[in-house]
């Protein structure tokens, strides 16, 4: 049981991803942005399904096939995995409730997230619209927890974004560590408002409404604010929705800055917008200016720092 520790962020992966040499040629895909630079602040759970239920290294591959309206898993010498790669997946997210996200070997019939090549049963043909048989366990059983596939966390959107719900995640699961309660469920809910928005504005409004009354059933309507935040923010904030955030930030600090300052701040993010600059020119100048004219309620922003600064997740959005 890899149960919830508050002081480390647990994210499941792919033994392969990690270095270790478990596929079926003996091999492996290591990911140098998750074994060099994720590592740094996460803990791994490697795990590899395939070896899990007893195949070994090397083996025949397995390929996903389309039968009777079903998609099975079956090696190359026709042994059909299905039910098993199932029944480790159902076992190991039952032992998953500690952890805040999980990174994903992409295209495999047993850990791909999506677009796994599933062939027709008659061998002729085949299309991208699989998912691997344990990642689908996985998911199923924990909705909330952030997925990804190594080969996307090579776009810089995607990446940020992954590791954005990561330690969204763990932080509501700190929340739930020392207690919910109605105030720090609104509290929690003020600190992710430009997050929010930045993401989808709709969402922030929503979930205002939703725990604007927590007078009753205060636990079903938590349930149902996590499930709407994490929604949210796995929809790709444009820069069109960044923009409208950083302007309303910028809001705050009209009556602190001279005139040339505000003129540097607005030309910043209309650089930003227009695709010149990085996300991170206008968050660092807002963050400095912060610094210069504290305000408590900008301090608990969690857009402004919505994971560490040594990723260097913003440089490349």
Not at 47 to 53: L, T
Not at 59 to 66: E, V, Y
Not at 160 to 189: K, M
């Amino acid at each position: 049981m890899y149960k919830f520790d508050p002081q480390v962020i647990k994210l499941g992966i792919s033994g392969c991803l990690v270095g270790q040499k478990v596929r079926f040629d003996g091999g492996h895909k290591r990911s140098d942005f998750c074994t060099e630079q994720l590592a740094q602040f996460v803990e791994f759970v490697p795990v590899c399904p395939e070896m899990a239920i007893g195949l070994g290294t090397p083996r025949p591959s397995i390929r996903l096939i389309g039968a009777e309206g079903e998609v099975i898993a079956q090696t190359a010498k026709g042994q059909d995995v299905t039910q098993a790669l199932r029944d480790y997946g159902r076992d190991m997210a039952a032992k998953f409730e500690g952890l805040s996200g999980y990174v994903l070997c992409a295209k495999s019939p047993s850990c791909g997230m999506e677009r796994v090549r599933v062939y027709h049963e008659s061998g002729k043909g085949n299309a991208k619209e699989g998912v691997g048989i344990y990642a689908a366990e996985i998911m199923q059983a924990l909705p909330l927890l952030p997925c990804e596939e190594d080969g996307r966390l090579n776009d810089p959107i995607l990446r940020e974004n992954f590791v954005t719900r990561v330690y969204t995640l763990h932080d509501w699961q700190c929340l739930l560590h020392r207690g919910l309660t109605p105030s720090r469920l609104i509290a929690f809910h003020s600190r992710y408002k430009y997050l929010l928005m930045a993401h989808h504005r709709d969402s922030y409004q929503e979930l205002g409404r939703l725990i604007s009354d927590l007078s009753e059933n205060p636990q079903q309507k938590a349930e149902q604010y996590i499930q709407g935040l994490m929604s949210a923010l796995q929809k790709r904030a444009s820069r069109k929705g960044h923009t409208n955030v950083l302007q309303h930030l910028q809001g705050y600090f009209k009556r602190q800055l001279t005139s040339r300052q505000r003129q540097e701040l607005a030309h910043t993010i209309h650089q930003y917008r227009e695709g010149i600059l990085p996300l991170l020119a206008p968050i660092t100048l807002l963050r400095h200016y912060l610094e210069e004219h504290p305000n408590d309620y900008l301090r608990q922003q969690v857009y402004l720092d919505p994971h560490p600064e040594a990723l260097r997740l913003r440089y490349g959005i």
